[in-house]
C-alpha cells in the first residue's frame, strides 16, 4: 500500500492529492438512513462490500444493524474475514478448485454462503466443505437481470435438491439481483422493472415451497430499486451498497415525483489539484484516469455546474470553465464526484474522512485490487 496522503488533524487544504475524501457527516447520514429504513421493512441489512473494499466501513455497517456483508470475490471475503467480519456471502458463482478450497477454508473462521446457477458447481462446494470439515451455505441465482442465474420458477428445484442432498451444504434460499434495473433513471420504468424482479422471486419461492423447501434468504436489491424489493413481502435480505457514497450516475434516478431520489448525499469526491492552467477558461488537473472511472460516464465537479470535464489522461484531468477568469490558479484544489464509485474505490489505498474542514478519520482500502 501507499502511504496515507493525510494525517488525522490536518486541514483538508494540506492533504495530497490525488485522494479519495469522504465527507463524514454525509456518510454518517447514509449510513444510519439504511438501516433504519431496513428496520422499518422488517428485512434484514447485508450491503454489498465490493463498493467501499474496507474492513473499517464493514464494521461501521455491522454496528449499524447490517447482519454481515456481501462480497463478490473469495479475495474480498478472505480480506473481511481476516478483519474480523464473521458473516460474509459471496454473492457470486465460485468456480475452481483454488477459489473453493480458500472459500471453504474461510468457513473455519466465519459463516460463508455463496450462490449457484448450475449443477457443475453444487460438488466442487461440497468436496471442498468436506475436505475442510465446514459448513457451506448455498443458495440459487435465478436471472431477474441480465447477468447469472437459472430461470425463475421450477428451473430452481434440482439445483435445491442437489445442494439438500450432497453432504456439508445447507440450503439457504435465492439470489434475485436485478443489476440492470438499478440504473433506469425514470421512476416507472424501474417500478415496472423491478416489480417484475419480484414476481420472479415469489414465483421461484412458491415453486420450491410446493416440494418442501423453504428460503431463509431471499436477497438481492440495490441502491436504485431496495425501497421496492424490501416493501414487497418476498425479499428478506437488502444488498445495496453504493447508497453509502452515491455518484452521478445513481443521482440521475428520478423518484415518483420526478425529482431526485430521495435525499441520499454525495459523501466520496476525489480531491485534485490544479497542476496547470493553460488558459484562461481551462485547468488541468492532477486527477486522471488512474485516480476516477468514468466507465458510467465523466466525472464533476462538486458545487460547479459550469466546469465541464472535458479530456482525461492517466494522470491528468482537464476542466473546461465557463467564462473566462473563472478556471481555479496552479495549486488550488477541487473535489470531483465519481461518476461510479465502486471502480473509482479500486484505484485508491485511503478513504480520508474529514469533518468541517479537517481530517478525521483514516481508513486503509484493503481489498483494492482483490480480483480473485
Known amino acids: ?89 459471496v454473492s457470486n458463482e465460485v468456480v475452481g478448485r483454488q477459489k473453493v478450497d ?42 431477474v437481470g441480465n447477468r447469472c442465474g437459472v430461470p425463475p420458477g421450477v428451473s430452481a428445484i434440482d439445483l435445491a435438491t442437489q445442494i439438500t442432498a450432497l453432504p456439508n451444504l445447507r440450503f439457504e434460499g435465492l439470489q434475485a439481483y436485478n443489476g440492470k434495473a438499478q440504473h433506469i433513471y425514470m421512476h416507472m420504468e424501474r417500478l415496472v422493472a423491478a416489480t417484475q424482479t419480484v414476481s420472479d422471486a415469489r414465483a421461484t419461492r412458491e415453486a420450491l415451497k410446493k416440494v418442501g423447501y423453504d428460503c431463509l434468504y431471499i436477497g438481492g436489491a440495490g441502491t436504485g430499486t431496495f425501497t421496492i424489493e424490501g416493501q414487497s413481502g418476498i425479499y428478506n435480505e437488502l444488498q445495496a451498497g453504493s447508497y ?57 465537479l462538486d458545487g460547479n455546474s459550469r466546469a465541464e470535464w472535458v479530456r482525461g489522461g492517466d494522470d491528468h484531468s482537464g476542466w473546461l470553465y465557463a467564462d473566462a477568469g473563472e478556471a481555479p490558479a496552479i495549486g488550488d484544489k477541487v473535489r470531483i464526484i465519481p461518476g461510479h464509485v465502486d471502480p473509482t474505490v479500486n484505484m485508491h489505498d485511503w478513504f480520508v474522512g474529514v469533518r468541517d474542514g479537517k481530517v478525521e478519520a483514516l481508513w486503509p482500502i484493503l481489498a483494492r485490487g482483490a480480483l480473485t
Open 1 to 89: 500500500m501507499q502511504r496515507p496522503p493525510a494525517e488525522i488533524g490536518q486541514p483538508v487544504e494540506d492533504v495530497d492529492t490525488p485522494a479519495l475524501i469522504v465527507e463524514l457527516g454525509a456518510f454518517e447520514a447514509n449510513l444510519q438512513k439504511m438501516a433504519r429504513l431496513a428496520k422499518e421493512y422488517g428485512v434484514h441489512l447485508r450491503p454489498h462490500a465490493k463498493t467501499h473494499k474496507c474492513p473499517a466501513i464493514a464494521h461501521l455497517q455491522i454496528r449499524a444493524g447490517a447482519i454481515g456483508v456481501c462480497c463478490q470475490k473469495v479475495s474480498e471475503a478472505e480480506v473481511m474475514v481476516d478483519a474480523g467480519i464473521g458473516d460474509v456471502y
Open 244 to 300: 453509502l457514497f452515491m455518484d452521478l450516475d445513481y443521482a440521475k434516478l428520478r423518484g415518483p415525483s420526478g425529482g431526485p431520489l430521495d435525499d441520499w448525499q454525495h459523501s466520496l469526491f476525489v480531491l485534485s489539484t490544479v497542476m496547470s492552467r493553460p488558459e484562461p477558461t481551462r485547468a488541468i488537473c492532477d486527477a486522471g484516469l488512474k485516480a476516477v472511472s468514468i466507465d458510467s460516464g465523466p466525472p464533476a
Open 102 to 143: 480458500r472459500l471453504a477454508a474461510l468457513a473455519r473462521r466465519a459463516r460463508m454462503s455463496t450462490c449457484v446457477d448450475h449443477p457443475d458447481q453444487v460438488e466442487p462446494l461440497s468436496t471442498a466443505a468436506r475436505k475442510f470439515g465446514v459448513s457451506l451455505g448455498v443458495r440459487v441465482e435465478i436471472r
